[in-house]
């Protein structure tokens, strides 16, 4: 026994997964890779990988997709960060491991893979080629680690990757990439690509593995707060940050050796945008910072300035600033100590009015730093607005909102928010139009113009045409006195107000021109001092417990200046209002992003909090109620989430009860009433288009559509794997499974691989059988359908091509879905959506993507450019949809 347990160990070895000791070893052949020889010598002396018997490591040899799974596993279970409730899951997926040859001595890991959602099903095709293992590639294993590692970090859209070849990059690994080169666990190479597609050598993932067990095991936190900022002129800033493991960095930072983003890196901003309190990811090159995100939502403009607008002009010591809300013009006074910045950096006033005539046909934006002093004018005491701080940069465009007052094919007419001013727009030749964040015609806005009151965001360029026109039935900055607001700051300058999460600064000039009203059981005029003390709870008596949240109501007079404040302390809003502090909403969930909810029918975008209690998240219908499952849900295209929500006052959800309504995708397993395993009892796993999996509950016996099966014939293995269709009642619960592969209606079976044709039959997977009569051939691929076509295919040497076959009792091909999976030949044309190439047996046309994704993955600028090609000889490259993606 002892003899067979050390020569399966042994093979364990070669193949590079388990470790067996935890002292160091010393290769032979390490200085090959300088670069990593120290990291292989740490992952070794840390049993992450070993090497082989021989003494040598084989830093360059590729590491294949098992691989690759076994050294994540040993990596979550050597920093303590398994998932106990995926483990010991083989005997679940046995069947389908062995359907794709996954090798035994990887099975039990790539289960727990296929378990903790660190693999999904479509993943497995690329394990192995008939049987033998397939070597994995960058962007996969990224894939692997990201999601191993999405438990404890923020995942985005990624869009902020900015590698060389990011266009090679698939939009299914670009999150994962994104997160992988934030945490400073990948790098690009020498020349700044990130080599997606390339395969990944034991060098590089030796490298993997140790960054991140030392990010896992010493629970190094890339994220943190900033507690304090302190701006030198502009030129460089010194910057404390609270690491979440309560550590503190403190960091000097200019513009020269620093890049911040915002918190999808599709953005790049100055450091000026940092602020006290904001939350910020830091990427480590080493121990030197390279890059900072900032995670929160971008402060907006009129959060972080006491004022912004237009500069309408600067000149005799004064400016005049036109409201980016309202369109009003406000003159300040320029203090003798005030200061310049234009796009962040310290500038002069001659600069700025330099920049100001130099950009005539543009616009100068500008937040200012302001003061009121009370001083005398031509011998009487007024109120002077100061510019003490002047922030500048140059805009093409700007942005007003509004009510739609009229709006016609060519041109919108609206009263902007916050004043009575009447303006209108014609639109630019390539204006886009939306509505809420659909992409629509003019005739969809002129349409729900005319279906009642509605608001735009209108974008103006510098011809004063619109580019952009944005419509909703929800207020973009509501000014009214109906609208509720939390109240953020209150002084005698002014009121900080935030409402659906954009916060608003509303400058007094003079107090005296305002009432304030506080509720005390009932509406009390108060002096200013009055209410600032009801605001800064000066007031309160022994015992008395502070308030949490203040709200406001506000009155405008014609020109947007506020004229009447009402203010009142949670609790009492309901009462003093007339409405409840919590709204409540439902509908069909269209997205969850970024942490927002937005359902179908609005346009309002609902925050999610970071963690809710079972009491606060339900998902009807799922053994498991998670925020991480929700989200998956609500983004799927194969499956209808309908949730109804309660939110407080900034929109937040306090609460949610969701179900799904209607699903599609295939069956993964279905286990009824009489399953003995009580966790497994009257559940279905259905797996998505997208290869995401859902475990769900179904009523006792729930109905089909055909007297051909019922479902205890759906929990037999021939059913597994099929196309369904589901319904569900309103406790989520499905009651309904439709079969919508009529082949597994009548009990065939499926197989799946590279196709070739033996002699008249057809082999799949290594295994032959005979055509049907009607053998039905449906491909993404191309648009040939008959069998005499297909079987050329098959013959010619330069094409291989990949089937899902559906299989007769009496071993016949009924029906067959085909990819291409590469081809080569002369290239000869590109033609609306398809590449014609020739082979040695004849021309063959094959389906593209979009022209425009096809131009970019290929390197050309014009469609033109395609003939620079013909007559050479190109390989084409197939994505996974069976599309030519590049050539």
């Known amino acids: 026994m002892k003899r067979k347990m050390a020569m399966a160990l042994a093979a364990v070895l070669v193949a590079g997964s388990l470790p067996v000791t935890a002292s160091a070893a010393t290769f032979t052949d390490i200085n090959e890779v300088s670069w990593a020889s120290s990291t292989i010598q740490a992952v070794s002396d840390k049993g992450l990988?070993?090497?082989y018997e021989d003494g040598t490591f084989r830093a360059k040899n590729n590491v294949t997709y098992s691989e690759a799974m076994v050294m994540v596993y040993n990596l979550m279970s050597k920093t303590g960060n398994l998932k106990a409730s995926a483990t010991n899951t083989l005997s679940i997926y046995q069947s389908v491991l062995n359907t794709y040859k996954i090798p035994t001595w990887s099975q039990s890991t790539v289960a727990y893979g296929l378990s903790a959602q660190i693999l999904m099903a479509a993943d497995l095709p690329k394990f192995t080629t008939n049987g033998v293992s397939n070597p994995a590639t960058r962007q996969d294993v990224a894939v692997m680690f990201g999601r191993a590692l999405s438990e404890k970090y923020d995942i985005y859209a990624g869009t902020g990757v900015n590698y060389n070849d990011v266009w090679r990059i698939s939009d299914e690994a670009m999150p994962y990439v994104d997160l992988l080169t934030r945490l400073g666990i990948v790098t690009g190479d020498d020349s700044g690509n990130f080599n997606p597609t390339a395969n990944i050598t034991r060098a590089e993932m030796a490298v993997m593995m140790n960054k991140t067990y030392d990010l896992l095991s010493n629970e190094l936190a890339n994220t943190g707060e900033i507690t304090e900022i302190v701006n030198h002129d502009g030129d460089y800033y010194d910057v404390d940050v609270k690491m979440d493991n309560g550590e503190r960095n403190r960091l000097t930072l200019s513009d020269d050796n620093i890049s911040v983003y915002n918190k999808d890196g599709s953005r790049e901003l100055p450091i000026s945008s940092l602020s006290k309190g904001d939350k910020v990811s830091l990427v480590f090159d080493g121990l030197v910072i390279t890059k900072i995100y900032l995670l929160d939502e971008e402060a907006s403009a009129q959060e972080k300035y006491d004022a912004v607008g237009y500069i309408y002009s600067l000149k005799d010591g004064y400016l005049n600033l036109e409201s980016e809300n309202t369109g009003e013009t406000t003159k300040y006074k320029i203090n003798t100590n005030c200061t310049y910045y234009l796009d962040g950096k310290k500038t002069t006033e001659s600069a700025i009015k330099d920049v100001i005539d130099d950009n005539s046909d543009k616009y100068v934006y500008a937040g200012l730093y302001t003061e009121t002093k009370n001083e005398k004018v031509d011998g009487e005491r007024q109120d002077v607005l100061y510019a003490n701080a002047v922030y500048v940069t140059v805009k093409d465009e700007y942005t007003q909102t509004g009510e739609v007052t009229d709006f016609t094919s060519t041109t919108v007419y609206y009263k902007a928010s916050g004043s009575n001013a009447r303006k209108s727009a014609d639109f630019a030749s390539d204006c886009e139009f939306y509505i809420g964040d659909k992409k629509s015609s003019a005739k969809d806005l002129e349409e729900m113009a005319e279906s009642g009151t509605v608001y735009v965001?209108?974008?103006?360029?510098?011809?004063?045409?619109?580019?952009?026109?944005?419509?909703?039935?929800?207020?973009?900055?509501?000014?009214?006195?109906?609208?509720?607001?939390t109240v953020k700051g209150f002084n005698k300058d002014r009121i900080i107000?935030?409402?659906?999460?954009?916060?608003?600064?509303?400058?007094?000039?003079?107090?005296?021109?305002?009432?304030?009203?506080?509720?005390?059981?009932?509406?009390?005029?108060?002096?200013?001092?009055?209410?600032?003390?009801?605001?800064?709870e000066d007031d309160l008596e022994d015992g008395q417990k502070p308030y949490d949240t203040m709200y406001a109501r506000m009155n405008f007079d014609k020109s947007g200046k506020i004229t009447a404040i009402y203010m009142v302390k949670d609790g009492d809003r309901e009462n003093a209002f007339g409405e409840a502090e919590e709204t409540e909403r439902k509908g069909t969930v269209e997205y969850i992003k970024d942490g927002k909810l937005k359902f179908k029918t609005s346009s309002t975008e609902y925050t999610l909090q970071s963690k809710y209690d079972e009491d606060s998240l339900e998902i009807g219908g799922a053994p498991t109620s998670s925020l991480t499952v929700l989200t998956r849900m609500a983004n799927c295209d194969d499956v209808t989430l309908y949730a109804e929500i309660k939110a407080d006052g900034n929109n937040k959800i306090t609460d949610i009860e969701a179900r799904l309504t209607a699903a599609e995708g295939k069956m993964i397993e279905y286990n009824g009433k009489d399953t003995s395993d009580s966790d497994k009892k009257n559940t279905l796993t259905l797996e998505t288009s997208d290869g995401s999996q859902f475990k769900l509950k179904t009523v006792s016996n729930p109905k089909t559509d055909s007297d051909d099966y019922d479902a205890e014939d759906l929990q037999t293995t021939g059913y597994r794997g099929s196309s369904v269709e589901l319904e569900f009642n309103n406790d989520g619960e499905i009651s309904k499974i439709i079969v919508t592969d009529s082949s597994y209606n009548s009990g065939t079976k499926r197989v799946k691989g590279t196709a070739s044709l033996d002699g008249s039959k057809i082999k799949i997977d290594g295994k032959s059988y005979s055509w049907d009569s009607k053998t039905y051939i449906t491909s993404s691929s191309f648009t040939y359908s008959t069998k005499d076509m297909f079987e050329r295919m098959l013959q010619d040497k330069d094409i291989e091509v990949y089937v899902e076959a559906t299989i007769s009792d009496s071993n016949k091909v009924?029906?067959?879905?085909?990819?291409?999976?590469?081809?080569?030949?002369?290239?000869?044309?590109?033609?609306?959506?398809?590449?014609?190439?020739?082979?040695?047996?004849r021309k063959w046309s094959f389906n593209t993507v979009s022209k425009n994704t096809l131009l970019k993955n290929c390197g050309l600028d014009d469609e033109k450019d395609f003939e620079k090609k013909e007559g050479k000889n190109v390989t084409l490259e197939f994505n996974s949809d069976g599309l030519v993606e590049e050539f």
């Open 457 to 485: 965001k209108v974008t103006v360029n510098s011809k004063g045409k619109a580019t952009k026109i944005v419509m909703t039935e929800d207020k973009f900055t509501d000014n009214t006195a109906s609208s509720t607001y």
């Open 49 to 51: 990988i070993n090497g």
């Open 497 to 536: 107000v935030s409402r659906g999460g954009t916060s608003t600064t509303y400058e007094f000039g003079s107090t005296s021109d305002i009432t304030f009203y506080i509720w005390e059981g009932k509406w009390n005029e108060v002096s200013f001092k009055g209410a600032e003390s009801f605001y800064d």
């Open 814 to 841: 009924e029906r067959i879905n085909a990819r291409v999976e590469s081809a080569e030949g002369e290239f000869v044309e590109y033609d609306s959506g398809s590449v014609v190439i020739e082979t040695d047996s």
